[in-house]
C-alpha cells in the first residue's frame, strides 16, 4: 500500500500540532516525505512477520517517535492483532512530546511503550522484536543500534544512520586505512573515502553475523543527505556469514 502524502499530513499534524487554524512547518513536511519512504519499508517488514503473540517493533533513537506512532496508527492497528512499540530515547522533552501525541494516537491494538535512556542500555531492549526502525540515528547511536539489535536477536532492522562524527567506531579505521592507501587529507575526498568505510562495516558486520542486508536511498537525495537506509533480516546462513566475515577481516586489515 501506498501512504499518501495527505494522510501522513494529516496524523502528523494531529499528533505533533494539533492547533487550529495552523498547518505543517517546512521541516515537518520533509518528515511527511521521509516517512512515506519508510513506511512503505515498514509494512513490508511486518508482512513478513507473523508472529503467534503481539508483534513487537522498537523505534529507537527515537526522538518525539514519529516512526513509531506513524507506523501504530497506519500499520499495526490496521491488522487488528495485538502489537507494541518500544520507544527508546534519551532526551525527556522528546520522550514528553511522545506523550502528549499518544493522547491523540488511534491506534487502540497497539501498547506504546516509552523508555527515557541511552539506546546502549540493554534493559531498554525487549527481547526478539519483530522490527527495529531507528530513523537518523546521530553518529554511534547507529553501532550502538545494530549491536543491541544482533544482541536481543531483533528479527529485523531498518536503520537509516545520520552524521558520522569520529566517534562513530569504525571512522578510527577508516582514517588508518585512508593512510594507509596515501589518500589526501584534502577535507572533501577524505570526508567521502571515510563515509565510505564506515558504511562498508556496518553492512559487512551485519552480514557476518548472519544478517542479509540491502542498502538502499528510501528518499531523494535533494531531501536529506542522509538518504540511505540499511534493511537488515536475521537469516544466519552460514556459507554468507562466513564469506561476510573474511571481508570483514579484509577491510579491518586483520585478515
Ligand atoms: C536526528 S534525531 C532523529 C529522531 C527521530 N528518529 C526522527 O527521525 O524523527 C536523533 C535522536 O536520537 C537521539 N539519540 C541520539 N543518540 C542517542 C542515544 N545514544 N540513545 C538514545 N537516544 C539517542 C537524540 O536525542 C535524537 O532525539
Known sequence: ?????ALIDELLHRLFINAPATSLRDEDRRKSDEMAGLLAE???????RAPKGEL???????????????????I????????RVRVIEREPKRVAACRDAIARLRAPCVAIELVTTDVGDPAAWPNQPDLVVALHACGPASDVIIDQSLAVRAHALLLAPCCTSKDVSAAALAQRRAEQLGMPRHAEVRRRFVQSIVDAERTL????????TTVVSFVAPTLTPHNLLWRAQRVGEPGRMAGAADQLARLRGTG
Open 76 to 83: 499495526l492497528a490496521p491488522r487488528g492483532r495485538p502489537a
Open 1 to 5: 500500500m501506498t501512504f499518501s502524502r
Open 56 to 74: 513487537v517493533l522498537v523505534d529507537a533513537a527515537a526522538g518525539k517517535a514519529t516512526v513509531g506512532l506513524v507506523a501504530a496508527e497506519l
Open 205 to 212: 558486520r551485519l552480514e557476518a553475523a548472519g544478517w542479509q
Open 42 to 48: 515498514v509494512e513490508r517488514a511486518v508482512a513478513r
